[in-house]
């Protein structure tokens, strides 16, 4: 069982800048004093921690000294196992990209300290989640473009786990400069079958004209727990795009908190989640135009098979005097099970004139009448289901053309699509 003695053990393990002491001291006490979330907070209220309690979570050991095997990532590659650097694949300089301790310990001329912790510090953002792991992430990992930069491959930031019972905790910290470009791609992931807690944050700052294409992918096991957390920042005429894929973990959770807080600035948020088995799998997002002439799309696409459940959980608000904002949301959803779930609750909260809103929810199932067509036409049951998953899915998948990255990603994700299985009768 874990304890607050876990929490404080782990912390002491951690060696850092001596400058964050007090900070990981204050966010470990505030985190004690709110404990884990629970189902009287309104954004908790469809899934529950309490798994957590029960597990002797521990903070990872030291490393075996053996490199994990990496697959081929067609980018610059930093590989963390166990949140520790265990390989680094890049052309980058250190200024661009490294470790988060040696952004901060190096006291770089691009480095700002005041930036960091803050995009994800306050407000609904601020929570007992964030605050454990502003105590306990170790190394971390840092990108930072500088102005009028454009860089010419990916950088792909991956997060492993591969020691039972581990709780990790990564951190992400990006900074893109005035007019700067890069794609960048996170991917969580675990050994199968082993019990762990990834609880990750990434803070994104996008300045004037910047323009960052995100890929988040959760992979972990079929026992693992993730509850994750992007803030972004988008400063004047910014651009923000965002693919967010969860095909793996027992309960995986993902919080995505956007703030427009500059006139212009632009986000396209995609995602796919696919629930089977007895996983949960929850999104939320949370955008806010602060500014005039804003705009924001939200695209989701939801699969739910045996008994699992997901949740899609966004709202848009629109503040005094952000003016010309244009937000528009899209959630559909499919059932594949008679037993599976999926809750859909998208929102929009304005507070100015002059704005164009909207946003829409489906939850249903197969059409029997396309099912019936594409076998009308000689293909077998199996088949017609998954090619009408796949052009499901792939509304949602545009990005992949943009980045050049569906040939790497697309064989992944068509693996965790449900198979057919026998029709079940409802209880």
Request: charge should be negative; glycine fraction near 8%.
């Amino acid at each position: 069982m874990i304890t607050p003695i876990a929490y404080q053990e782990a912390l002491s393990h951690i060696d850092a800048p001596s400058s964050f002491a007090a900070l990981r001291q204050t966010a470990l006490r505030k985190f004690l004093q709110a404990g884990l979330p629970d189902s009287h907070q309104e954004d908790w209220r469809y899934i529950s921690l309490e798994h957590l309690e029960r597990m002797p979570l521990h903070a990872p050991l030291a490393p075996s000294g053996v490199l994990p095997a990496l697959e081929d990532y067609p980018g610059a590659l930093l590989a963390y196992q166990d949140d520790r650097l265990v390989w680094q694949d890049t052309t980058l300089p250190a200024s661009v990209l490294g470790t988060l301790t040696d952004a901060i310990g190096g006291g770089a001329a691009t480095w700002s300290p005041s930036a960091f912790g803050t995009i994800a510090g306050s407000g609904s953002v601020g929570s007992s989640l964030t605050q454990l792991n502003a105590a306990l992430w170790r190394e971390g990992a840092c990108l930072r473009v500088p102005a009028g930069e454009r860089l010419r491959q990916p950088v792909f930031l991956r997060f492993a786990a591969a020691e039972a019972d581990a709780m990790l905790y990564p951190r992400v910290f990006i900074n893109m400069a005035v007019g700067s470009d890069a794609i960048l791609v996170e991917h969580f992931l675990g050994d199968p079958g082993i019990e762990y807690w990834q609880n990750p944050v990434t803070e994104i700052n996008l300045e004037a004209g910047a323009r960052l294409t995100h890929l988040r992918i959760i992979e972990d096991s079929n026992l693992a727990t993730h509850t994750g957390l992007s803030a972004v920042n988008l400063d004047q005429d910014s651009s923000y795009r965002a693919l967010n894929l969860t095909l793996g973990g027992l309960v995986a959770r993902h919080q995505l908190d956007l703030t427009l807080t500059g006139a212009g600035a632009e986000a396209r948020l995609d995602g796919v989640f696919i629930a089977d088995g007895r996983c949960s799998t929850e999104q939320h997002l949370r955008i806010v135009h602060q500014a005039p002439h804003g705009k924001s799309r939200t695209l989701y696409r939801g699969l739910a098979d045996g008994r699992g459940r997901g949740v899609f959980d966004a709202r848009v608000e629109v503040r005094a005097h952000a003016d010309g904002s244009d937000a528009q949301q899209s959630s559909r959803n499919l059932l594949l099970s008679p037993h599976a779930e999926i809750d859909a609750k998208p929102q929009l909260e304005i507070y100015a004139d002059d704005v164009k809103c909207s946003h829409g929810a489906t939850v249903g199932s197969l059409d029997e009448d396309a099912l019936f067509y594409l076998r009308s036409r000689g293909i077998d049951g199996d088949n017609a289901r998954q090619l009408l998953l796949q052009a499901f899915i792939g509304e949602a998948l545009g990005l992949l053309d943009d980045t050049g990255l569906r040939d790497w990603l697309m064989p992944r994700l068509l693996a965790c699509i449900p198979r057919s299985h026998p029709k079940e009768s409802r209880p």
